[in-house]
């Protein structure tokens, strides 16, 4: 089976027609998400993509590039105390 064969029209149709709407989604399974930022970028979207700890960031950006040939950059986390 190819994850580049995987086709969701219901959500592209919502991509494509929501040209200017910022999307924030959480608690999606973790292959939805690859899915997911695969259908943004086809359609030339910007994505943020935030993990909770920089070894999930790693596995998601492992993830994409094996599964989906897609090239990601990880901005590491900064400790910011707001005292």
């Known amino acids: ?5 995987i086709n ?5 149709s919502f991509i494509k027609s929501s040209a ?3 999307l ?3 608690g999606l399974l973790k292959p939805f998400n690859l899915f997911l ?21 790693l596995k ?8 989906l040939n897609i090239e990601s950059e990880i901005f590491p986390s900064q400790d910011i105390s707001f005292y």
């Open 8 to 12: 969701f029209n219901c959500i592209n």
């Open 1 to 5: 089976m190819s994850f580049e064969n």
């Open 24 to 26: 924030v989604l959480s």
């Open 37 to 57: 930022i695969k259908s943004l970028i086809n359609n030339q979207k910007k994505i943020i993509y935030i993990t909770i700890d920089e070894q999930s960031a």
């Open 60 to 67: 998601t950006q492992k993830d994409l590039k094996n599964l």
């Open 20 to 22: 200017k709407i910022n």
